[in-house]
T-cell receptor, first 108, second 116 residues
Framework: GQNIDQPTEMTATEGAIVQINCTYQ??????LFWYQQHAGEAPTFLSY????GLEEKGRFSSFLSRSKGYSYLLLKELQMKDSASYLC?????????FGTGTRLQVFP | KAGVTQTPRYLIKTRGQQVTLSCSPI?????VSWYQQTPGQGLQFLFE?????QRNKGNFPGRFSGRQFSNSRSEMNVSTLELGDSALYLC???WGSGTGRNNEQFFGPGTRLTVL
C-alpha cells in the first residue's frame, strides 16, 4: 500500500529552527514535494526533491534519502507567518500522494 | 498571470442531491487534478485530466466523475451526495502531466462542500 507519515502537530518559537519529518512507503517514486497551506487557503509549492541530498531555498531547505524513504523540511529563522500546515507529497508512478500534513504553530 | 480559479467557493447540499464544481486552470496549463481534503484524511487524489482525457483515477466510487473541455477548464460531478462527501475540493493545474521540477501543481482556493 501507499503510506506517508508526518507528525500531526509541532510548535516552535519565533526565530528558532524547526525540522518536519516525512517518511514514505510507496509503490513507486518519481519525486517528493513539500507544500505549505495556511488555514482556509490553497496549498502553495515549497520544494521538490528527486535526488538524494539537500535543496536550499532561502529560509527553507528540504532533504531526501530515497534508500530510507525519508525526507525533512527545515525552516530557519521562524516567523509568525510560518504558522501553517506543511504537506509532504510523493509522486509515485502516476499521481501525487499526500501525507495528512503537519500543523506548525509559531509562538512569539 | 491569473491563478487557478474554482467556482463556487461554498456550497450546501442535502443528501441524495448532485453537485458540479468548476475549475479554470492557469492559462497555458493543460493538466488539471482534483483532490478531496478532509481533516482526518488529508488530501486524497480524485483524478487527473490532460488534454481532455482522464489520465489517472484515485480510489473513489463511481459517484465521483469529471471531465475536461478543450480550453482545459474542468468540471467535477458528485452524484447521490452522502454526508461523508462534505469536504474541501481542490483542483490543481500544471503545464504538463507527470512529475518534475518544472511541472509543479498550482492549487486553486477550493470549493467547500457541506452535505446536510
Amino acid at each position: 500500500g501507499q503510506n506517508i507519515d508526518q507528525p500531526t502537530e509541532m510548535t516552535a518559537t519565533e526565530g528558532a529552527i524547526v525540522q518536519i519529518n516525512c517518511t514514505y512507503q510507496t509503490s513507486g517514486f518519481n519525486g517528493l514535494f513539500w507544500y505549505q497551506q495556511h488555514a482556509g487557503e490553497a496549498p502553495t509549492f515549497l520544494s521538490y526533491n528527486v535526488l538524494d541530498g539537500l535543496e536550499e531555498k532561502g529560509r527553507f531547505s528540504s532533504f531526501l534519502s530515497r534508500s530510507k524513504g525519508y525526507s525533512y523540511l527545515l525552516l530557519k529563522e521562524l516567523q509568525m507567518k510560518d504558522s501553517a500546515s506543511y504537506l509532504c507529497a510523493v509522486y509515485n508512478t502516476d499521481k501525487l500522494i499526500f501525507g495528512t500534513g503537519t500543523r506548525l504553530q509559531v509562538f512569539p | 498571470k491569473a491563478g487557478v480559479t474554482q467556482t463556487p467557493r461554498y456550497l450546501i447540499k442535502t443528501r441524495g442531491q448532485q453537485v458540479t464544481l468548476s475549475c479554470s486552470p492557469i492559462s497555458g496549463h493543460r493538466s488539471v487534478s482534483w483532490y478531496q481534503q478532509t481533516p482526518g484524511q488529508g488530501l486524497q487524489f480524485l483524478f487527473e485530466y490532460f488534454s481532455e482525457t482522464q489520465r489517472n483515477k484515485g480510489n473513489f466510487p463511481g459517484r465521483f466523475s469529471g471531465r475536461q473541455f478543450s480550453n482545459s477548464r474542468s468540471e467535477m460531478n458528485v452524484s447521490t451526495l452522502e454526508l461523508g462527501d462534505s469536504a474541501l475540493y481542490l483542483c490543481a493545474s500544471s503545464w504538463g502531466s507527470g512529475t518534475g521540477r518544472n511541472n509543479e501543481q498550482f492549487f486553486g482556493p477550493g470549493t467547500r462542500l457541506t452535505v446536510l
